[in-house]
């Protein structure tokens, strides 16, 4: 039945359009996170001296572990009078500083973080791994998204007793994600995945 009441739309129409979707997983060749640390002292200089000798201790720390000053940038930095939620009262001053951390190597990323902990970093955050290059993939995935989309095209036509012919319209959109994962080791916390680079090709093709 289901066959039968095909056959006409595709008779009026004389096409047939179809997503085809690829995606190829590479090993991400660079990693970026977030350290920071977070102070609180009944005066606003007290705060933030405590938290300036800290974060000095943090970024020292990252450098000593081979990071460079180019792959170092301040990302947060704030000064707030803080109250306390019970009694509503002034309950000294928050200082926040952090910094984010983008270099190659993502196998040693939960060492960098140990580091910065270590010395005094109580805020971790954001970390993201990326491939430095992600054309080649890029291009393959694409193979994939119209392959896909042919093969779905073929077999409908065929189950409707018709052939696909030439593509008459094509729409591709990106879909590039990053997927990894965590996991626990006495080695390491982190662990970098892979980075998915899909895509998404919607084609129109005539049917014969």
């Known amino acids: 039945m289901l066959l039968l009441l095909a056959l006409p739309l595709f008779a009026d ?3 047939i359009t179809v997503t085809g979707r690829g995606s190829v997983s590479v090993v ?7 350290v920071g640390v977070f102070t609180n002292a009944p005066t606003v200089s007290e ?10 201790r943090v970024i020292e720390a990252l450098k000593a572990h081979g990071v460079r000053d180019a792959e170092i940038q301040t990302s947060t930095f704030s000064i707030n009078s803080a109250m306390d939620s019970k009694t509503n009262r002034p309950a000294g001053y928050n200082v926040e500083n952090s910094v984010t951390v983008t270099r190659e190597d993502p ?12 010395v005094g970093a109580n805020r971790a955050n954001g970390v993201q791994f990326f491939a430095s290059d992600e054309r080649p993939a890029r291009a ?4 994939r998204a119209v392959e ?5 095209a073929e077999k409908l036509a065929a189950a409707a007793g018709v052939s696909a012919g030439h593509a008459i319209k094509i729409e591709r959109e990106a879909l590039t994600g990053v997927s990894g994962f965590i996991t626990m080791s006495a080695e390491s916390i982190l662990a970098q995945g892979t980075v ?3 895509y998404a090709v919607t084609i129109t093709y005539e049917l014969k």
């Open 107 to 118: 196998k040693i990323v939960s060492e960098l973080i140990q580091a910065a902990v270590d």
């Open 196 to 198: 998915d680079v899909s």
């Open 140 to 143: 393959r995935a694409i193979e």
């Open 47 to 56: 705060s933030f001296n405590t938290n300036s000798a800290k974060t000095r």
């Open 13 to 15: 129409e004389k096409s």
């Open 148 to 152: 896909d989309a042919r093969v779905q």
């Open 28 to 34: 991400p060749d660079r990693v970026s996170f977030t």
